[in-house]
């Protein structure tokens, strides 16, 4: 399939079988941004709760935080989002519409009109949102929509390290909303305004950064891999000298191999002892660590790994969607990790018959506190599992005439499409076994 193709199909499939729809649509939509739908929600969810079980739940060096999307305005003076925070603009003259002026074609004509040599002087502008605090719009009430969520984690490490008695290293992890004002969005999920970030802190003595560095770099990468995205589709890209933010020492890019390219996954960021030390400046705060056994104060230094919810999301259904052939029929499939999949089951009798429909309920609500479920009970069966194939269903449920006398259901696997006859009595633990298996 070729790659644009291979994004388009994900689009379409993403609409039609509830992932994501275009934001405003009965309004003409409002560009690039959008909302997760029914089986969306559950599959970004499910990638989130992934993060977080890695990052916090699995660690014994990592607490979390949610912290307000609106913050005072110095924090973001502060960390030089006011003064540093901008991408190069320019206007084509001839179509008027706006572009970065470090991501025109090499032709130098405008990606929109195709006129060549019509652009503006490139001037900075500035991606935070600015809007205003009370009643009153004038300077004093100005302030900002994050840009990121590390800043709260930042302004709040006093705060978490006195509460939970922690000595690092250890980690501060946040997920939540953050808003650019992108010049040009763009590729579905990929570039928006609005987004959620899944970011952590790791907050390491002095020395240690380089190490600590490294070690993110890996588990990061490996993270992507333990969750079905092949190595082959994911590189680890250092950044050149050039590329460093002001606060960085090091920084390396987990990309992955969209079908426009390879773009930026998650970054790993060694941020040195800048933020926490800008923090001390302008708020006036010790945010200095002392450390008991040598008897010093001192600032730690932070490893940032900072990855997108909507595009790991995004990068996890691209690499599962996937086309074969079933019976002569094209089937299409997201090939999802379990443990990431929106449905683990569907619950499918085999038809609608007064007979069948009570012990198919039943079936369901047996399963509904154990797992995230479907029932379909509409078109025939063959259509009905090529539906939960399509939104990646690991295990399909179907109750048949048989199931009134033997009390038992088939179980078919998405990937292999291999039947098992279960009672229904045992239902609950062989998906579980099975959904526990990679």
Avoid at 44 to 50: G, L, Y
Avoid at 359 to 384: C, E
Avoid at 409 to 426: A, C, H, K, N, S
């Amino acid at each position: 399939m070729a790659k644009a193709d291979a994004l388009n199909s994900v689009v379409n499939l993403a609409k039609r079988r509830g992932l994501v729809f275009p934001s405003s649509e009965i309004y003409g939509g409002f560009r690039s941004t959008w909302d997760y739908g029914p089986v969306g929600v559950l599959l970004k969810r499910n990638v989130k709760e992934a993060w977080w079980r890695t990052m916090v739940q699995l660690r014994d060096d990592m607490v979390g935080l949610d912290a307000a999307i609106l913050m005072a305005p110095k924090v973001w003076e502060a960390s030089g989002h006011i003064a540093t925070f901008t991408d190069p603009l320019v206007d084509c003259k001839s179509c008027n519409e706006r572009f970065r002026a470090d991501q025109l074609p090499a032709s130098g004509a405008c990606p929109n009109c195709g006129a060549k040599g019509s652009f503006t002087e490139a001037r900075q502008f500035n991606l935070m949102f600015k809007t205003f605090v009370g009643p009153v719009e004038d300077d004093a009430s100005v302030a900002y929509l994050r840009p990121e969520t590390a800043q709260g984690i930042f302004v709040n490490f006093k705060n978490v390290q006195t509460t939970m008695r922690r000595k690092p290293p250890f980690g501060i992890a946040q997920i939540g909303k953050s808003f650019r004002n992108e010049i040009t969005p763009g590729n579905f999920t990929y570039r928006t305004r609005e987004f959620e970030q899944m970011e952590m802190e790791y907050f390491v003595p002095p020395g240690e950064g380089e190490r600590w560095f490294e070690y993110w770099c890996n588990e990061r990468f490996r993270w992507y891999t333990e969750y079905g995205i092949p190595e082959s589709m994911l590189r680890l890209r250092p950044h050149d000298p050039e590329e460093l933010s002001h606060y960085s020492a090091g920084t390396a890019d987990v990309e992955f191999q969209y079908p426009w390219g390879w773009g930026e996954l998650e970054g790993i960021a060694n941020r040195t002892d800048y933020d926490l030390t800008q923090h001390a400046k302008f708020s006036g705060e010790d945010l200095t660590y002392y450390d008991q056994e040598s008897g010093t104060h001192y600032v730690p230094h932070v490893i940032e790994p900072a990855a997108g919810a909507d595009r790991a999301t995004l990068a996890f259904l691209l690499a599962a969607y996937d086309e074969d052939e079933v019976r002569g029929e094209k089937r299409t499939v997201l090939r999802l990790d379990k443990r990431l999949a929106p449905y683990k089951a569907a619950v499918l009798p085999l038809s609608r018959n007064e007979k069948l429909s009570p012990t198919a309920r039943d079936v369901a609500t047996m399963l509904r506190p154990h797992f995230q479920i479907d029932y379909d009970d509409a078109s025939s069966i063959g259509k009905r599992y090529r539906r939960q194939d399509e939104v990646g269903t690991p295990f399909c449920v179907t109750v048949d005439f048989d199931s009134l006398d033997d009390n038992a259901v088939t179980v078919r696997e998405r990937d292999t499409m291999e039947q098992d006859r279960v009672p229904i009595p045992d239902l609950v633990a062989y998906l579980r076994e099975r959904l526990a298996s990679s």
